[in-house]
């Protein structure tokens, strides 16, 4: 079993739908999740930690539900520019050295 | 501005080569990583240094290797040994190595591909 699972995709959705990416981790001990945005060919960039109870920025919200080892990702109101791969990372615990990567969700957003 | 740079951005090898891929920041960060991404996978760990002149395997370490001489400069070498080395290689910092929320800032990226 993978450490972090994510539903590879694609999705493909129309601009303005709301769209939820889902991500499970294996080990109970892991302490600090984040959700990390990748376009094609180039670096993953933070989109935004993850916290038990739950946190908002703008169209994104993001949930972690720890007692079932699960983290998701909603979009609200897609727009093209959203079109990227969206990556679910776990860290296991000290250092960065300890952070383990799913293999990340595909999102289209067409008009 | 304040960063991380790799180069080249492509790079090809040739059957039994070496060669070098650079990775270079100016964040103060002392943490520094080395990734490989393949479709459809996750990043993978191939060495990092919490520490100038320290480094320590990761995950896939066999057939690479990296020095850290300087705090800035963390160079990734593919050797001849890395008999299926096409693939994306990130380098990353974070700020302190001890922290349990770290954040890993990237750099662009080198394509490696075998000729």
């Known amino acids: 079993r993978k450490e972090v699972e994510q539903d590879p995709g694609p999705f493909n959705v129309p601009e303005g739908a709301t769209v939820a990416f889902n991500c499970t981790y294996s080990?109970?001990?892991?302490?600090?999740f984040f959700w990390y945005r990748q376009d094609c060919r180039k670096e993953p960039k933070l989109l935004m930690s993850v916290y038990s109870s739950g946190n908002e920025d703008g169209r994104f919200t993001a949930q972690l539900n720890r007692a079932s080892q699960y983290i998701s990702l909603l979009i609200r109101d897609s727009k093209l520019s959203d079109s990227a791969t969206y990556l679910c990372?776990?860290?296991?615990?000290?250092?960065?050295?300890?952070?383990?990567f799913g293999a990340g969700t595909r999102l289209f957003v067409k008009a | 501005d304040g960063g991380i740079t790799q180069s080249p951005k492509y790079l090809f090898r040739k059957e039994g080569q070496n060669v070098t891929l650079s990775c270079e920041q100016n964040?103060?960060?002392?943490?520094m990583y080395w990734y490989r991404q393949d479709p459809g996978q996750g990043l993978r760990l191939i060495y990092y240094?919490?520490?100038?002149?320290?480094?320590q395997k990761g995950d896939i370490a066999e057939g690479y290797s990296v020095s850290r001489e300087k705090k800035e400069s963390f160079p990734l070498t593919v050797t001849s040994a890395q008999k299926n080395p096409t693939a994306f290689y990130l380098c990353?910092?974070?700020?302190?190595?001890?922290?349990?929320?770290?954040?890993?800032?990237f750099g662009s990226g080198t394509q490696l591909s075998v000729l």
């Open positions: 990372v776990v860290t296991l615990g000290t250092g960065g050295f300890k952070t383990i």
């Open positions: 240094s919490q520490i100038v002149n320290d480094f």
């Open positions: 964040l103060n960060h002392d943490a």
């Open positions: 080990n109970s001990a892991s302490q600090s």
């Open positions: 990353a910092s974070s700020m302190n190595p001890t922290s349990n929320n770290e954040k890993l800032f």
